[in-house]
């Protein structure tokens, strides 16, 4: 019996079985897939109280939520994982680092991590279309970083799942009013799956029209000449964290990939790697 399997005059094709060969084959040609995160929903349930009482301190930090308004920043809490250590469980959750090894090779680093709230009836400043890679109207052959949006709470069409317009990052510009209506794509994610998107693909957050939060931690995560927003050796250092054991995790974190502060610096790195 004839399948939709079958093709013809195919020589070269993305290998299939392999779940994340599958997530990789869908971030290159759409854009966007959802992977599980396997990490306990008690453990997801216990970050949105982290992440609530996160923001509510970076409120009191810089004097009121005005002023964040203000900066198009409210209902964004800025660089969790030096704030409390299961958002760097989160940030290295082990599917995540395969399929970033996967796509990006074996150095990549962590350029942001924000935890992001969808608040019902209120004005949102990620509902505008932008790629996380802000700014650049460029493609790349391969791709340049990606962004993991770990979900708190399901992602529905109603509490406003994130819309994404599949194959944009193939592409420099922004496409047409009436393009990104037509093939705008929801995309459904439960508690606990990050939705994973190619950073230079263009999406935005939906309006939240039931009467509960839909929460997030976004992570970039991208090749090692980009800069971090944070410096995250730095914030963890302020905050009292020692670096990590782990030299992987060290070097994702970026401690390795810091400018040095002088050539004996350099050198001295270099030597001890
Ligand atoms: O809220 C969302 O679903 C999207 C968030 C977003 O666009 C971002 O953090 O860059």
């Not at 052959?141 to 109603?158: Q, R, V």
């Not at 039931?210 to 970039?220: C, F, G, I, K, M």
């Amino acid at each position: 019996m004839q399948t939709t399997d079958e093709m013809y005059g195919v020589t070269e094709r993305l290998s299939d079985g392999d779940p994340t060969d599958e997530a990789v084959a869908e971030l290159r040609v759409n854009g966007c897939t959802v992977l599980p995160s396997a990490l306990p929903a008690e453990f997801i349930r216990g970050l949105g109280v982290a992440l609530d009482r996160i923001y509510a301190r970076q409120v009191e930090e810089i004097g009121g939520e005005n002023a964040l308004h203000a900066m198009h920043d409210a209902d964004i809490a800025r660089c969790m994982l030096a704030y409390a250590p299961e958002f760097l469980q989160i940030a290295t959750a082990p599917p995540l680092m395969k399929l970033a090894a996967r796509v990006l090779g074996n150095e990549f680093v962590l350029l942001m991590q924000n935890g992001i709230i969808n608040r019902p009836a209120r004005e949102n400043y990620q509902a505008k279309w932008h790629r996380d890679l802000n700014y650049q109207h460029w493609t790349s052959s391969k791709a340049l970083a990606i962004n993991a949006l770990l979900c708190i709470d399901d992602f529905t069409f109603d509490n406003g799942a994130t819309f994404v317009l599949p194959g944009t990052h193939h592409v420099a510009e922004f496409p047409s009013a009436a393009f990104a209506r037509k093939f705008e794509r929801q995309v459904q994610a439960p508690a606990g799956s990050f939705l994973i998107l190619d950073a230079m693909l263009f999406h935005r957050a939906g309006v939240n029209r039931t009467n509960r939060l839909r929460r997030a931690v976004n992570h970039v995560i991208g090749r090692p000449f980009m800069a971090q927003q944070i410096d995250l050796p730095c914030a963890l250092a302020g905050a009292g964290v020692e670096p990590p054991a782990d030299p992987a995790v060290r070097k994702y974190l970026g401690y390795r990939w810091s400018p040095a502060r002088d050539v004996a610096d350099w050198r001295g790195r270099r030597a001890a790697t």
